[in-house]
């Protein structure tokens, strides 16, 4: 009833790509029924080639991103035209449907978006976890991976076995955030640094955990830290990158992971919380600030999505101030994570073919696309319509 067809703005088969990327892209290209790169097409040549397979959805996964062919899309090569994932944000562009969900991009913000929504129930996202890191469920985060683990061939900057013994041997509480440092504001650090200042005068054993690249970033993050009597050397752990194969076994010894505000967690979401670890959000306006609060309400811990800043510190405080319930909440997520809707590819696939199928039943009625939203309701598969002016 559906043949699935893969167009490829970029060369599928790079000799220097890893052999884990190498695999995904054979996989990949072993469940379509087609497979087209258009690395070497204009846009309008790559247009053509797509209408001439009477392609009826036609899904765009990379946006703006580096590699991308979005003027393609211009040229209209197939009926309808979906944005999904790849760029949580507006595109600027009319001729798409975003595909989203009611927290990622709800109807009160849509005056921020040109595209028209596709509304998932729980959350949009969807990640590969259970499949591809079902090394983290066996509790091994305690023990440091071993030195043929951590040491991948081609990857430099990768975080040293002093490092991580230095992690996993902590007697302090890890407050941590994986972000890109790029996407910590100014407000969101001293955010950050009122939480560490009085955590660390009430337990005086925190430190804040972050990424070590770029060095210039440091110096600056540190010498705002002074302002708060905090010290980088003392009160702060700074690391390079750990190996795909174990980074989130090492990542599981954060205590409790704090998210940026302005462009927030989105694949770090799916890994800290995979990785056993509550986040504490704070939504936006934007699309890119607000997937980390669809992930945690997709997956029913809604009581880790701050209202405003106040409340963002008091969640934060709350739990890294109460070891019992810090130490349940890890517990719950832990157990409940293998059944989030995050990790449920089944429920998640029958849902996006439901809304696919109701996008083109309409458009096959002779329907104009709706200015509003498509959604699925919550508690069926049933597809429905729901109108938002």
Not at 105 to 121: G, M, Q
Not at 169 to 175: A, M, S
Request: charged fraction near 20%; include cysteine.
């Amino acid at each position: 009833r559906v043949e699935t067809y893969l167009y490829a703005l970029n060369p599928l088969h790079r000799p220097s790509a890893p052999d884990r990327d190498k695999q995904w892209t054979s996989s990949i290209i072993g469940e379509c029924f087609k497979t087209v790169e258009l690395s070497s097409q204009s846009s309008r040549e790559a247009s053509s080639s797509i209408a001439a397979d009477g392609i009826h959805v036609l899904v765009d996964l990379m946006g703006y991103t580096r590699g991308n062919q979005i003027s393609l899309f211009s040229f209209r090569p197939s009926p309808l035209l979906l944005a999904f994932k790849g760029y949580m944000s507006t595109t600027g562009l009319d001729y798409f449907t975003l595909v989203t969900d009611i927290t990622a991009s709800p109807p009160e913000l849509r005056s921020v978006y040109t595209e028209r929504f596709a509304y998932i129930p729980g959350s949009f996202f969807i990640s590969g976890h259970k499949i591809n890191h079902k090394n983290v469920l066996d509790n091994s985060g305690s023990k440091a991976p071993k030195r043929e683990e951590q040491e991948q061939p081609g990857e430099d900057r990768l975080l040293g076995q002093g490092q991580i013994h230095e992690i996993i041997h902590q007697d302090r509480l890890l407050l941590c955030s994986f972000n890109s440092l790029y996407k910590i504001t100014r407000h969101n650090w001293r955010t950050w640094m009122q939480i560490l200042a009085v955590t660390r005068s009430e337990a005086n054993k925190t430190r804040l955990w972050l990424l070590k690249d770029p060095a210039p970033a440091i110096e600056n993050l540190c010498k705002e830290a002074e302002e708060f009597g905090l010290n980088c050397s003392r009160d702060m752990l700074f690391t390079t990158h750990v190996s795909f194969e174990v980074h989130l076994q090492v990542k599981s010894r954060c205590n409790l992971s704090l998210d940026t505000f302005q462009y927030n967690s989105h694949g770090t979401a799916a890994d800290i919380l995979w990785a056993g670890v509550p986040l504490v959000t704070l939504p936006n306006i934007t699309m890119a600030s607000r997937v980390a609060a669809s992930i945690l309400r997709g997956s029913s811990y809604e009581e880790l999505v701050a209202r405003n800043v106040a409340d963002y510190v008091d969640i934060a405080h709350r739990l890294a101030t109460t070891p019992r319930l810090l130490a349940n909440l890890r517990a719950s997520i832990q157990k409940s994570r293998t059944v989030w809707a995050l990790h449920d590819h089944e429920t998640w696939a029958s849902r996006f073919s439901a809304l696919c199928w109701l996008m083109w039943d309409l458009f096959d009625a002779g329907n104009e696309p709706c200015e509003g939203a498509l959604a699925l309701s919550s508690d069926t598969l049933l597809p429905q319509l729901m109108l938002q002016s």
